[in-house]
């Protein structure tokens, strides 16, 4: 005897319907199957009832749904009911063709409809084809087309005033996300629904040849096949086709009445269709009263049927007090919270507003009134759009993501000022002419003379001039490099950015770009914080790196590079030289000349790098150097650096020892913050590192 086999689990009913994605596989295949193999009419009877139970589902949800976003499925489920309809006809068509019967509910529809006149049940299933087929079906197509054409029109201004939101401080990433995903789903909805509203027009039609087929072939079979009398066959095939046909037309008519219902609807309340229906149509009490009035007048002229006039006049002018009376309360119920409002308002600490006071914007562009059009796309700014790519150039090349620059006017500044404020402090400042263009010469060779405006360009102080628009192609051939106002406080802000990148990156910052790399590695994460590292050491890690210009975009390589050297020591400045290591390439790659491949560097001689070894402090992270050997160094340096900048047009960086290369960097930062200073260990082999020059101090003088 075998042993039994595994028993399979027993799926209750609310497990099953857990699985809609298997049901709905299953009623699709059931509804395809239905066409091909006959049904009993007991069944058909419960189908047709289901079907109509669907419609009326359908067209309730509509009226309830806010707005057609929330019925997003709704042109899914209309092609759906659709192909279930058409599986219904073909079933009934083949019991009546062939058996002369369709089920009760057909046959009751039948009667009920036509009440022994053939013709009258004809033409009123011609009429209901007709308010189908011509008004609802043709006047909801025609709304969702253009309601798709309109919607894809509006797609590039609905993005700009999401862009223009979110660099104005007024939205976050997030809800811009969000408001982009549903400008995404509105078109893609529309754009269905123009195509779906076509399904209910093709089922009306084929509703119209089914029931001509069913009433002349039901003729032909009754009377040569079955062998009915004329009218026998016309009486029993007549009936049935008509039923057949009301029974699948009063769903599709009640589907059609939905759709319609469904893109017609504009409303950005949260109320539900009857409850906006009932507030914008029933609730001024005047049109009520000079309705109500209109129709006890009716009532009393001569000839016309008195009672349902005065009754609804008065109902309508009834209808009319009882508002202005709710309106009444309604108003002086709101004076007395508006009052108690003010008396809790009163009573409440100022802490509040204070503690409101205290809330500061990271990044801030204040200007003049006078700047305020390079802010208005209406008159052609478009400093908005250039903050957003500031937004994400800066992703691009340090690695993580700017937040919101907050810019409005500044009454109290200059007309064309424009102040660049971190965390409520002006950091920077600069004049821009609006209506102007700047125009600059890097080129000592030019020698043409224009006329404009003399001035510095704000973010490096190039000697510039401000010229009007009919001179900036003469001053292009002239050889003058030539941009906007806008573009000069986009360049200005870039320059402020990364020249401030280390204060601008906050915790949150590192938290989202530990939770990006989360995604894609999660090990990595886990296994270093919070165990190993604290998210303020990977927070200083980071801000060492962005403090030198150091792009933190590749954070797997960092958080590789952490993982391994923090188990020898867990000093943030040891890390941050290991991390640069592991980024070699990368910083290399940043001050290769581009032309050339080649990296210019400047070494120190042997005598210097000596001597600065000797004043390095006890923990090896500063320097202890007389004031003359410091003050020659720096003499020294900037000579060689003005030199080889002067002779080869390219501006090299330091290389030194890596024992002194970061205390030697934050000697020498604030004298020359754009010069960078790399280790020997920094470069790779596969770098041409090319010596440009020396820096020497004559050490003999210093005895």
């Not at 007048?297 to 309508?316: E, H, S, T, Y």
Request: glycine fraction near 8%.
């Amino acid at each position: 005897m075998s042993a039994p086999g595994p028993k399979l689990p027993k799926m209750s009913w609310k497990q099953l319907l857990k699985h809609n994605d298997v049901l709905l596989a299953v009623g699709i295949v059931l509804v395809v199957t239905m066409m091909l193999i006959p049904l009993p009419p007991l069944l058909l009877d419960v189908l047709l009832t289901v079907n109509i139970a669907l419609s009326v589902t359908i067209l309730l949800v509509t009226l309830y749904t806010q707005e057609p976003l929330q019925y997003s499925t709704f042109p899914t489920i209309l092609l759906f009911s659709t192909l279930f309809r058409l599986g219904l006809n073909v079933s009934t068509t083949r019991l009546i063709l062939l058996h002369g019967e369709a089920g009760q509910v057909v046959h009751a529809f039948g009667s009920f409809v036509i009440g022994g006149n053939y013709v009258v049940g004809m033409l009123l299933f011609v009429i209901l084809i007709i308010i189908n087929f011509i008004v609802i079906t043709n006047g909801a197509g025609r709304v969702s087309e253009v309601a798709a054409r309109f919607t894809l029109d509006a797609m590039p201004g609905k993005q700009l005033s999401i862009d223009a939101d979110l660099n104005a401080g007024m939205i976050d990433e997030k809800e811009a996300k969000r408001r982009r995903q549903n400008i995404q789903r509105e078109a893609d909805f529309y754009g269905t629904m123009d195509g779906a509203s076509k399904f209910v027009k093709g089922d009306a039609i084929a509703a119209i040849i089914i029931t001509v087929i069913n009433v002349v072939g039901g003729l032909i079979i009754g009377v040569l096949q079955m062998g009915m009398p004329i009218e026998q066959a016309a009486a029993t095939f007549t009936t049935l086709s008509v039923g057949d046909g009301l029974v699948s037309q009063m769903p599709a008519l009640i589907i059609s009445a939905a759709t319609g219902i469904l893109v017609t609807r504009v409303n950005d309340s949260e109320m539900s269709l009857g409850d906006e229906i009932g507030g914008q149509m029933f609730q001024n009490p005047k049109v009520m009263a000079i309705m109500g009035g209109l129709m006890l007048v009716m009532g009393m002229v001569p000839g016309l049927p008195n009672l349902p006039f005065l009754a609804i006049g008065a109902l309508a002018v009834g209808g009319s007090f009882l508002l202005i009376k709710a309106r009444r309360e309604k108003a002086e119920l709101q004076v007395i919270e508006e009052s108690k409002a003010k008396a809790v308002q009163k009573k409440k600490s100022t802490t509040e507003n204070v503690l409101d006071l205290l809330q500061v914007e990271m990044l801030e562009l204040e200007i003049g009134y006078r700047l305020v059009p390079l802010i208005e796309a209406d008159s052609g700014g478009d400093l908005l759009e250039r903050i957003s790519q500031i937004r994400r150039q800066v992703a691009m090349e340090l690695g993580f993501v700017l937040p919101s620059v907050r810019v409005r006017d500044n009454l109290q500044l200059a007309p064309n000022q424009y102040n660049i404020k971190m965390r409520g402090v002006t950091i920077e400042s600069g004049e821009v002419i609006a209506d102007l263009w700047l125009a600059m010469s890097t080129d000592p060779d030019i020698i043409e003379p224009i006329d404009g405006i003399e001035t510095k360009e704000p973010a490096f102080g190039l000697p510039a001039l401000w010229i009007e628009a009919d001179e900036k192609e003469k001053a292009e051939v002239a050889g003058y490099t030539v941009v906007s106002a806008s573009a000069v406080v986009s360049t200005h802000l870039t320059e402020v950015i990364k020249k401030n990148s280390a204060d601008i990156l906050s915790r949150s910052d590192v938290q989202n770009l530990l939770s990006n790399v989360k995604k894609i590695n999660e090990t990595l994460v886990t296994d270093l914080v919070p165990d190993t590292l604290t998210e303020a050491e990977i927070h200083i890690i980071l801000q060492n790196l962005l403090r030198e210009k150091v792009s933190v975009r590749d954070m797997i390589t960092i958080l590789e590079a952490l993982s391994y050297h923090c188990r020898v020591n867990k000093d943030p400045d040891y890390l941050t030289e290991q991390v640069r290591m592991a980024l070699s390439r990368s910083i290399c790659k940043q001050h290769q000349n581009p032309e050339t491949g080649e990296l210019p560097v400047v070494t120190l001689d042997p005598a210097v790098e000596e001597q600065i070894a000797q004043g390095l402090t006890q923990d090896g992270q500063m320097l202890a150097l007389g004031p003359v050997f410091t003050q020659r160094l720096f003499v020294a340096l900037n000579q060689e650096i003005e030199r080889v900048i002067g002779t080869q047009g390219v501006q090299p960086v330091i290389l030194c020892n890596g024992r002194l290369r970061l205390p030697f960097r934050r000697l020498i930062e604030r004298m020359l913050p754009q010069i960078a200073v790399l280790s020997y260990n920094e470069i790779g082999p596969s770098v041409k590192a090319t010596a440009v020059g020396s820096v020497r101090v004559d050490m003999a003088q210093l005895a």
